[in-house]
């Protein structure tokens, strides 16, 4: 499948007013090479193993797989994991015809927050809310693999 998604930073926490749903998740990476990311998730008690590929020279799509696994599967291959786990809190935010997904970090992370929409093409219009800022789709240093590496608080 690919996954054809934006990104961008959060300039204020106007889009907790909207809010269907918050979710808590913890991530760790198994491998974070390049071309193929291998990551290990609790998304609240669910766990997943997404393995995605690498991005479009614009940073907009890339390959993705997942697949949900137990909870307890989940915890233990967290043990073998890279250094630097993800903490984060999720929420899906209504606008327009679209769901933003607004992560707010934790830990080594804390302060940064960014929202990515998921679309059907790469030239699809969306609704821009008031609290989204600068686009950061494609910069390597947002993605989630690279924030385990170089933390937010380490910038």
Same mark, same amino acid.
């Given at each position: 499948m690919i996954? =054809? /998604?934006?990104?961008? !930073?959060?300039i204020?926490?106007?889009?907790?007013?909207? #809010? $269907?749903?918050? #979710?808590?998740? =913890?991530?760790?990476?198994?491998n974070t090479d390049k071309e193929r990311t291998v990551r290990v998730? $609790?998304?609240?008690?669910?766990?997943?193993? #997404?393995?995605?590929?690498v991005s479009s020279? +614009?940073? !907009?799509?890339?390959?993705?797989? *997942?697949?949900?696994?137990?909870q307890q599967d989940a915890e233990l291959l967290f043990k073998l994991c890279e250094p630097g786990i993800i903490d984060k809190m999720r929420y899906e935010v209504k606008v327009g015809n679209h769901v933003f997904e607004v992560d707010e970090f934790y830990g080594d992370n804390k302060g940064l927050v960014v929202? /990515?929409?998921? $679309?059907? +093409?790469? +030239? *699809?219009n969306f609704e821009r809310p008031l609290w $989204?800022?600068?686009e950061v789709t494609g910069l390597v240093q947002y993605y989630n693999s690279q924030l385990s590496k170089q933390p937010f608080n380490t910038w």
């Amino acid at each position: 499948m690919i996954e =054809i /998604e934006r990104k961008f !930073l959060v300039i204020s926490d106007a889009f907790k007013v909207g #809010t $269907l749903k918050k #979710t808590r998740i =913890i991530q760790g990476f198994l491998n974070t090479d390049k071309e193929r990311t291998v990551r290990v998730r $609790l998304k609240g008690e669910i766990g997943y193993i #997404t393995v995605k590929g690498v991005s479009s020279a +614009d940073g !907009l799509s890339r390959f993705e797989w *997942e697949k949900e696994i137990s909870q307890q599967d989940a915890e233990l291959l967290f043990k073998l994991c890279e250094p630097g786990i993800i903490d984060k809190m999720r929420y899906e935010v209504k606008v327009g015809n679209h769901v933003f997904e607004v992560d707010e970090f934790y830990g080594d992370n804390k302060g940064l927050v960014v929202a /990515e929409i998921e $679309l059907d +093409d790469v +030239d *699809e219009n969306f609704e821009r809310p008031l609290w $989204l800022g600068k686009e950061v789709t494609g910069l390597v240093q947002y993605y989630n693999s690279q924030l385990s590496k170089q933390p937010f608080n380490t910038w």
